[in-house]
């Protein structure tokens, strides 16, 4: 009697729902491989899209509107979506550690789990500073600071923000609006609220051209955002407990009630122990086909990677660029077809938002002033990007 014989099953898991995990969910669903048993591990059930996060502390954007639903997208991807925690790897073993549940096993695997602000080095960064990323961490800090707000608007309220590159120039202009809305809406003067950004280069966007930097000295200057410039934090001490002090190398103290740190990225610790080749600052290794250079069975995309051949900054349009390339590969490498390499753009468009409903455009050398027309071009840009995952 003949016996059924199961059809050959290949584990691919996807760690993390960064940008180009969502773009690779969105094709494998469009183009699904037989006998490929597809899942995703992340920490939550939406992730957060870079591009309109400052829009939506500003007040522009809902929750909804600047998160992909990874519940729906699996579903539509065929894929089993784990709600949990990775922290470590068995590569020897091809298994997933997870904090919560039993191991995951793995025949490919892949890696965009976004990146994290280092705060290791100041002494009491981890204990009083609210980070950058996770994202959900802040938001939670930040609807609390807004509902505070709300309910004692005659306060005068003092917020630090740590960092003065495109993140932390973003996240300044965009807590500035909304901030100053409660205050008007509550008829309190405008000046009740002190915004700080603190940045140990002598310039602030240190990695953008002069024309962007002389851009963005000039609004944040106009907006009365205090610029520190040069200036190194060096503790983060508590005074009491709803006030705090940023103390720096030079010995500038600045009390404040909140302190946002949006310095340097660095990769999550738990990654330094899985033998995967990595950089200086733990990010993981990968060639043109952005593959392991240790693991060939291990991929790697968005923040978390560096191109070997091409380093690049950490910024989201890379991780967007990023995503229709990884799935060839993955589908590639799964059925045992040659790679494609994939090579980025060496300039690309930025597009800052400053919390006013205008933006500033910025390629290379050439810079566009804040305008409602760019902001405009903005926002169309990343509502279609958004709509590729409500359909």
């Not at 096993?105 to 996770?134: H, R």
């Not at 593959?291 to 380093?311: E, K, R």
């Not at 890379?318 to 790679?339: D, H």
């Not at 205008?358 to 405009?376: C, D």
Request: glycine content about 6%; aromatic content about 8%.
């Amino acid at each position: 009697m003949q016996q059924n014989v199961q059809p050959v099953v290949k584990d691919l898991v996807l760690i993390g729902g960064g940008h180009s995990h969502a773009i690779a969910l969105r094709m494998f669903g469009m183009k699904p491989l037989p006998k490929v048993r597809l899942t995703l591990i992340t920490p939550a059930s939406d992730t957060p899209y870079s591009g309109m996060l400052p829009g939506h502390i500003a007040g522009l954007y809902s929750y909804d509107e600047c998160h992909i639903d990874l519940q729906r997208l699996t579903d539509f991807a065929h894929a089993h979506l784990y709600i949990d925690r990775v922290i470590n790897l068995d590569l020897d073993n091809h298994k997933v550690i997870c904090a919560n549940r039993s191991a995951v096993d793995f025949d490919v695997l892949s890696i965009d789990i976004g990146s994290t602000p280092a705060t290791i080095s100041v002494p009491g960064a981890a204990e009083y500073t609210i980070p950058a990323k996770p994202v959900a961490k802040l938001l939670e800090n930040w609807y609390k600071l807004l509902q505070n707000l709300n309910e004692h608007p005659q306060q005068k309220l003092r917020v630090a923000i740590v960092g003065g590159g495109a993140g932390g120039v973003e996240l300044a202009l965009s807590m500035q609006t909304h901030l100053q809305q409660i205050l008007t809406a509550n008829q309190q003067p405008i000046q009740n609220l002190e915004i700080h950004l603190f940045q140990r280069h002598q310039e602030i966007l240190p990695h953008y051209h002069s024309s962007m930097q002389r851009q963005i000295k000039q609004i944040l200057t106009s907006r009365d955002i205090k610029l520190h410039l040069g200036e190194s934090v060096s503790q983060i001490a508590q005074l009491h407990e709803e006030l705090l002090a940023v103390k720096c190398e030079s010995g500038l103290v600045v009390e404040c009630q909140k302190v946002f740190w949006v310095t340097q990225a660095t990769a999550p610790d738990w990654l330094k122990t899985t033998g995967l080749g990595t950089d200086k600052r733990g990010f993981i290794l990968v060639n043109d086909f952005l593959q392991s250079q240790t693991h060939p069975q291990v991929f790697a995309a968005g923040d978390i990677a560096t191109m070997v051949n091409y380093p690049r900054p950490k910024a989201g349009v890379f991780a967007v660029r990023q995503g229709k390339p990884l799935f060839e590969n993955l589908q590639r490498t799964i059925l045992g077809k040659p790679l494609k390499p994939y090579k980025p753009q060496q300039q690309y468009l930025s597009l800052i938002g400053t919390g006013d409903k205008r933006a500033i455009a910025t390629k290379g050398a050439f810079t566009l002033p804040p305008h409602p027309l760019i902001w405009r071009w903005k926002d169309w840009i990343d509502r279609r990007f958004m709509q590729q995952f409500s359909k």
